[in-house]
């Protein structure tokens, strides 16, 4: 897929070295030919990239924002150039442009490009049901969780690599101020805290959960003890007595 990539920015870069240097028309225009084939096929390797790295309930946004800045950094490059262009004269422009073209090729010749796997960002059928003592709304919250986890010294490093991973999964998913606590009177308790906005958000945070957080989720698991239940509080609003 990367070599796709690099043919396409080659092919451009070629085509408009073409336009810079050449005065035969033929030969620009089969270069303009090339050149548009590698830009399609550059674009399209991106758009799927990009979608496939996404799960389902966040894909369209992600693509939405994607061609936002592809279109909004094109009106921008265009306008650039365009003054370049002014300045320097087409050909020195259509140079430069050509030389940052290889230039960006060779800067990321170490990165890699590779297809989203359906299996890391399918969505996960959770089966543990929540026991609720009293209706909630979806309007009701913020909602608070606790997890507590019991950790022996030799592994703490290891939980702690593996917790953060999932703090961060948790803030993506829509948790805000995640905080992992250790107990002052028993070092090897810990307690990972975080506030959904409500009970309809914490909802949808169970529903976003992919393959791939679930499997980030079961390094932590073996953490917990029976005896340290998950923790879910909502917070409970001041209410006033009638007169």
């Not at 240097?21 to 033929?26: A, F, M, Q, V």
């Not at 790295?53 to 939405?64: E, T």
Request: net charge positive; glycine share 6%; aromatic share 10%.
């Amino acid at each position: 897929m990367r070599y796709l990539l690099i043919s396409g920015a080659v092919a451009f870069a070629l085509a408009t070295l073409t336009a810079a240097l050449s005065h035969n028309r033929y030969a620009v225009c089969a270069m303009m030919l090339l050149a548009g084939f590698g830009w399609m096929a550059v674009n399209a390797t991106i758009s799927t990239v990009v979608q496939t790295y996404a799960a389902n309930w966040v894909r369209a946004r992600v693509a939405s924002v994607y061609v936002l800045i592809l279109m909004g950094s094109m009106a921008a490059g265009g306008a650039i150039w365009g003054a370049l262009a002014q300045y320097l004269g087409l050909s020195q422009s259509l140079l430069l442009s050509a030389f940052l073209l290889l230039a960006g090729i060779a800067l990321t010749r170490n990165g890699r490009v590779e297809l989203g796997q359906e299996a890391d960002f399918a969505e996960v059928q959770l089966t543990d049901k929540l026991q609720l003592a009293s209706p909630v709304s979806h309007s009701d919250g913020p909602v608070s969780v606790e997890i507590v986890y019991q950790v022996a010294a030799p592994e703490r490093d290891e939980f702690l690599t593996a917790v953060y991973a999932a703090g961060k999964t948790r803030r993506r998913n829509g948790a805000q101020n995640w905080r992992l606590y250790r107990d002052m009177a028993d070092p090897q308790l810990y307690s990972e805290r975080f506030i959904v906005e409500s009970w309809l958000d914490y909802s949808r945070q169970q529903m976003r959960v992919t393959q791939a957080d679930h499997a980030q989720e079961r390094l932590i698991e073996r953490f917990r003890r029976e005896d340290l239940q998950t923790r879910r509080l909502i917070y409970q609003p001041l209410v006033k007595q009638p007169d």
